[in-house]
């Protein structure tokens, strides 16, 4: 069942247009994360569905009700769409309680006092924070406003929860920690959700579905496996993951995959679309699938030979970085071990690489 429906969506500032048309569907109890770089238009997406950006064209609906539809000039307002909404900055009110915060949309809608309190209470509780309810916000910690802010949007049951980058205001191991409780919650309570973020490590783990936008338009969408393991664009390709790319040209095409040739160096891999021998392209694969091969064995296809510039303690690694001698492009790869010194022999599989024209 279709939650909430995305069609056609155009928005401008002035002359600068900040959505191109974008279409998308968020579905029953699925989580959808909107990834993308500052200004690909992302958080302007997000609030034109809460309300808080008018489109110029387009269509906004949940189920049957329309939001939005410029063809037949409706519009709702924001107070009516009843939405939850989780700000990056959580804007909690300083001068009210835990409990009072998150029962403020509530008081708005004129519940009776006795259910106010059972519901806010019931939801600081699923929370952790139902000893917390007479604290005000400074005097939390970053990780409980986060989940105050979960709370009040999600105390009267809304169709859908808007978060708008609800976790960077969190240092990284706090981050790391409410993912899981964000995700966790999100399925123990069935929500339909709608999430900005620029961290593609939060989207993967949160998230059922990604849209990557790009300049105002979806590049590519799809589960976070297909997103990471199958990009269709070099955009995409480099936006997923850690990266290493190499810019040469392209030399064959035959069977789905493609040469592509540097100045010392010549790569298979898929071909991406768009692709014609002789022109520019670009080779990327993914640093953790890089390979250190014998150097005692012959050299074989889709293998660098580079000296080692430096390498990097990581904890659960250590990360490599050489350089190729004609154009000086960086290769990097990770191992288990600090063993490795001088001229290494690195393998890039020809089906871990892709080639995309630029």
Same mark, same amino acid.
């Given at each position: 069942?279709? =939650?909430?429906?995305?069609? #056609?969506?155009?928005?401008?500032?002035?002359?600068?247009?900040?959505?191109?048309?974008?279409?998308?569907?968020?579905?029953?109890?699925?989580?959808?994360?909107?990834?993308?770089?500052?200004?690909?238009?992302?958080?302007?997406?997000?609030?034109?569905?809460?309300?808080?950006e008018k489109?110029?064209?387009?269509?906004?609906?949940?189920g049957?009700? &329309?939001?939005?539809?410029?063809?037949?000039?409706?519009?709702?307002?924001?107070?009516? &769409? #009843?939405?939850?909404?989780?700000?990056?900055?959580y804007?909690?009110?300083? $001068?009210?309680t835990?409990?009072?915060?998150?029962?403020?949309?509530?008081?708005?809608r004129?519940?009776?006092?006795?259910?106010?309190?059972?519901?806010?209470?019931?939801?600081l509780?699923?929370?952790?924070?139902? $000893?917390?309810g007479?604290? $005000?916000? $400074?005097?939390?910690?970053?990780?409980?406003q986060?989940?105050?802010?979960?709370?009040?949007?999600?105390v009267?049951?809304?169709?859908?929860?808007?978060?708008?980058e609800?976790?960077?205001n969190?240092?990284?191991k706090?981050?790391?920690?409410?993912r899981?409780f964000?995700? =966790?919650?999100i399925?123990?309570?069935?929500?339909?959700?709608?999430?900005?973020?620029?961290?593609?490590h939060?989207?993967m783990?949160?998230?059922?579905?990604?849209?990557?936008?790009?300049?105002?338009?979806?590049?590519?969408?799809?589960?976070?496996q297909?997103?990471?393991?199958?990009?269709?664009?070099?955009?995409?390709a480099?936006?997923?993951?850690?990266? #290493?790319?190499?810019?040469?040209?392209?030399? =064959?095409?035959?069977?789905?995959?493609a040469?592509?040739?540097g100045?010392?160096?010549?790569?298979?891999?898929?071909?991406?679309a768009?692709? !014609?021998?002789?022109?520019?392209? !670009?080779?990327?694969?993914?640093?953790?699938?890089?390979?250190?091969?014998?150097?005692?064995?012959?050299?074989?296809? #889709?293998?660098?030979?580079?000296?080692?510039?430096?390498?990097m303690?990581?904890?659960?690694?250590? =990360?490599?970085?050489f350089?190729?001698?004609?154009?000086?492009?960086?290769? &990097?790869?990770?191992?288990?071990?600090?063993?490795?010194?001088?001229l290494?022999?690195?393998?890039?599989?020809?089906?871990?690489?892709?080639?995309?024209?630029?």
């Amino acid at each position: 069942m279709i =939650e909430l429906s995305v069609e #056609n969506l155009h928005l401008k500032y002035g002359d600068n247009s900040v959505l191109r048309g974008v279409s998308m569907q968020l579905a029953k109890g699925e989580v959808v994360s909107l990834l993308g770089p500052s200004g690909s238009g992302k958080t302007t997406l997000l609030r034109a569905v809460a309300g808080l950006e008018k489109p110029t064209e387009g269509r906004i609906a949940i189920g049957e009700t &329309r939001l939005y539809d410029g063809a037949a000039n409706v519009e709702l307002p924001a107070e009516e &769409r #009843n939405l939850g909404l989780v700000f990056q900055s959580y804007a909690l009110w300083p $001068h009210k309680t835990v409990f009072d915060n998150v029962a403020y949309p509530l008081k708005l809608r004129k519940v009776p006092s006795a259910e106010l309190t059972r519901r806010v209470q019931a939801m600081l509780d699923q929370l952790g924070l139902g $000893h917390l309810g007479r604290r $005000h916000p $400074h005097q939390l910690s970053g990780g409980q406003q986060q989940r105050v802010a979960i709370g009040r949007a999600l105390v009267y049951n809304p169709p859908i929860i808007l978060l708008d980058e609800p976790l960077s205001n969190l240092d990284a191991k706090l981050r790391e920690e409410a993912r899981v409780f964000l995700r =966790e919650l999100i399925i123990r309570l069935g929500l339909s959700a709608l999430m900005v973020t620029h961290d593609q490590h939060e989207a993967m783990a949160i998230s059922d579905r990604i849209l990557l936008l790009n300049n105002g338009m979806i590049e590519q969408q799809g589960t976070p496996q297909e997103m990471y393991g199958a990009p269709s664009s070099l955009f995409t390709a480099e936006f997923m993951g850690s990266n #290493n790319r190499l810019n040469g040209r392209v030399m =064959e095409l035959r069977d789905g995959l493609a040469r592509i040739d540097g100045q010392d160096w010549s790569l298979w891999g898929g071909a991406g679309a768009g692709l !014609a021998v002789g022109q520019p392209a !670009a080779a990327v694969i993914r640093v953790e699938q890089v390979r250190f091969a014998d150097p005692a064995a012959d050299a074989g296809d #889709n293998q660098l030979s580079l000296p080692l510039l430096t390498r990097m303690y990581l904890g659960n690694r250590w =990360e490599y970085l050489f350089r190729t001698a004609a154009e000086g492009i960086p290769v &990097r790869a990770y191992s288990d071990s600090a063993a490795r010194d001088g001229l290494c022999r690195l393998s890039l599989p020809a089906g871990h690489v892709w080639i995309f024209p630029v």
